[in-house]
T-cell receptor
């Protein structure tokens, strides 16, 4: 079964400082990994994904994530956080070998608070 | 504009009164899915559909029904709602390939009294 762990409930960071949101995963095969962001009263918005290739992937709004197979991690990073980055962040994994259901297994989410 | 539209956005109702949450997408996506979001649990899949007339259960299907008569629409039906179905619900759609990201609606907050 596929699963995701986001160990921290909330991440506090000062504006302008680097932001890291942690994610580890468990799947039986090679994973498809995604990060989504959720702003208040809105649905989830896609940020970036790792399917194959370069372990460092770049996404929307200056975010990037690094895939580490040996540590089964896919941490989200941003070099310089903005107050507008304050939101709920979800990591998700898809095992490509589980048939036609494009089901994503989500972590519980991390609330990011960027302090001015 | 590409979007997934859910209605209603908010609903307060009582136990046992049948309700339907509609979901419509304008991207000609084959795959559609319903999730519920609960604090500390992330999103859990309720039902999914790989195409018209093709639906199947997700992780938490009890108490829910779906239908997929048209490609664009994927309604979620609660035949006899109960308080434990109070939650935030999201509809999502994507192209059928697994590497494609899903597009989410803005959510429907249901309160069952």
């Amino acid at each position: 079964a596929q699963s995701v762990a986001q160990p921290e409930d909330q991440v506090n960071v000062a504006e302008g400082n680097p932001l890291t949101v942690k994610c580890t995963y468990s799947v039986s095969g090679n994973p498809y990994l995604f990060w989504y962001v959720q702003y208040p009263n809105r649905g989830l918005q896609f940020l970036l994904k790792y399917i194959t290739g370069d372990n460092l992937v770049k996404g929307s709004y200056g975010f990037e994530a690094e895939f580490n197979k040996s540590q089964t991690s896919f941490h989200l990073k941003k070099p310089s956080a903005l107050v507008s980055d304050s939101a709920l962040y979800f990591c998700a994994v898809r095992d490509p070998n589980t048939g036609g259901n494009n089901r994503l297994a989500f972590g519980k989410g991390n609330q990011v608070v960027v302090i001015p | 504009e590409a979007q997934v539209t859910q209605n209603p956005r908010y609903l307060i109702t009582v136990t046992g009164k049948k309700l339907t949450v509609t979901c419509s997408q304008n991207m000609n996506h084959e795959y559609m899915s319903w999730y519920r979001q609960d604090p500390g649990l992330g999103l859990r899949q309720i039902y999914y559909s790989m195409n018209v007339e093709v639906t199947d259960k997700g992780d938490v299907p009890e108490g829910y029904k779906v239908s997929r008569k048209e490609k664009r629409n994927f309604p979620l039906i609660l035949e006899s709602p109960s308080p434990n179905q109070t939650s935030l619900y999201f509809c999502a759609s994507s192209l059928s390939r697994a590497e494609q990201p899903q597009h989410f609606g803005d959510g429907t907050r249901l309160s069952i009294l």
